[in-house]
């Protein structure tokens, strides 16, 4: 089983910058793909930015040049870079993982983090 902590949210000026963090509590297979998703009130869950095993990464087409996506596997984390953030980018967002990348982007993972806030601030 593994469990997946977020941290990094917080309220930013828009223009501004965030590094979220996800910590895996127990290892994920080397195989597995990891991502992060987020969800606006009044709007459905979309996927924001995932990376595979093989370190390819897919970027949805509102975040993409502004968002980087990453991992560092010695310490067990999945990192979103956040740069040029806009209104419309507040949101909660959640880490994902999952064996399977086309589950993982349909939504449909595994295993979820619990969220962390994000704000910005126009």
């Known amino acids: 089983q593994v469990q997946l902590v977020e941290s990094g949210g917080g309220s930013v000026q828009a223009g501004g910058s965030l590094r979220l963090s996800c910590v895996a509590f127990?290892?994920?297979?080397?195989?597995?793909?990891m991502g992060w998703f987020r969800q606006a009130p009044g709007k459905e869950r979309e996927g924001v930015a995932i990376i595979d095993g093989d370190g390819i990464d897919w970027y949805a087409d509102s975040v993409k040049g502004r968002f980087t996506i990453s991992k560092d596997n010695a310490k067990n984390t999945l990192y979103l870079e956040m740069n040029s953030l806009k209104f419309e980018d507040t949101a909660m967002y959640y880490c994902?993982?999952?064996?399977?990348?086309?589950?993982?982007?349909?939504?449909?993972?595994?295993?979820w983090g619990q969220g962390t806030q994000v704000t910005v601030s126009s």
């Open positions: 127990r290892n994920t297979y080397s195989h597995d793909s």
């Open positions: 994902a993982a999952d064996s399977n990348w086309y589950t993982l982007r349909a939504g449909n993972a595994h295993y």
